[in-house]
């Protein structure tokens, strides 16, 4: 990479080449930075800076086209969101999260919307997520979504967790740490369809800076 970087965030593009953004740098300061992997060329091509230097944040992948980049760290916690284009290489700031929040969880759903889960605001863990709509541009609390009017929080606050899509456009989150309490063992999905969560079970190891992954037969290998 054209940048030694640290805690930032990867993303496989639409076209086959992988966009890093920001993270920290061998200073311990906070990076602007964009890059993108030419696989064909096998080179790292810079490409225009974030909005806002970050660490710690989330991105994910728009229908779109799109990544979208949320939260994060640069001496306060970020809410502030933007997202890149790749037939430009350029980014653009949208609609603040109702939350700043860092080590978070998000991810794409089916609907094409981004949920986005837990993380910490400086006072300790976020037990609420937020959903973010492209078209509107808008933020709304997964309690109460206007679009359902009924909904409620996560079951416990946590961050540096997994948040994975299943097959059935569920979410499910899994492991995670509390600022106070240690390793979170409970396991919590996300109904969409009546913005609601519920637990799901407990792991046998609980973990945080860990993998989730989706296999083809529908199950989850956690390490």
Do not use: C
Not at 175 to 201: D, H, K, M, P
């Amino acid at each position: 990479m054209n940048d030694a970087r640290s805690y930032h965030t990867a993303l496989l593009l639409p076209d086959g080449n992988l966009l890093v953004a920001g993270g920290y740098d061998a200073g311990g300061n906070y990076l602007n930075t964009a890059e993108v992997y030419i696989s064909t060329g096998r080179v790292w091509r810079r490409v225009g800076n974030l909005n806002n230097a970050r660490a710690q944040h989330s991105m994910t992948l728009l229908q779109t086209g799109e990544a979208l980049v949320a939260g994060g760290l640069n001496l306060s916690i970020l809410n502030q969101a933007e997202t890149y284009d790749p037939q430009t290489g350029n980014w653009t700031s949208r609609a603040s999260m109702k939350t700043p929040r860092h080590s978070h969880g998000a991810v794409l759903l089916k609907d094409g919307r981004v949920l986005v889960s837990g993380g910490d605001d400086g006072f300790g863990e976020i037990g609420f997520a937020e959903i973010y709509t492209r078209s509107s541009n808008q933020w709304d609390y997964t309690e109460n979504l206007p679009q359902t009017n009924n909904g409620n929080n996560m079951a416990l606050g946590r961050l540096k967790h997994n948040a994975v899509l299943l097959p059935n456009g569920k979410v499910v989150l899994v492991g995670g740490v509390q600022a106070l309490g240690g390793l979170v063992t409970l396991t919590e999905g996300y109904n969409v369809l009546a913005s609601s969560w519920q637990a799901q079970g407990n792991l046998i190891a609980p973990r945080e800076h860990h993998t989730t992954t989706l296999l083809k037969d529908g199950t989850l290998l956690t390490a």
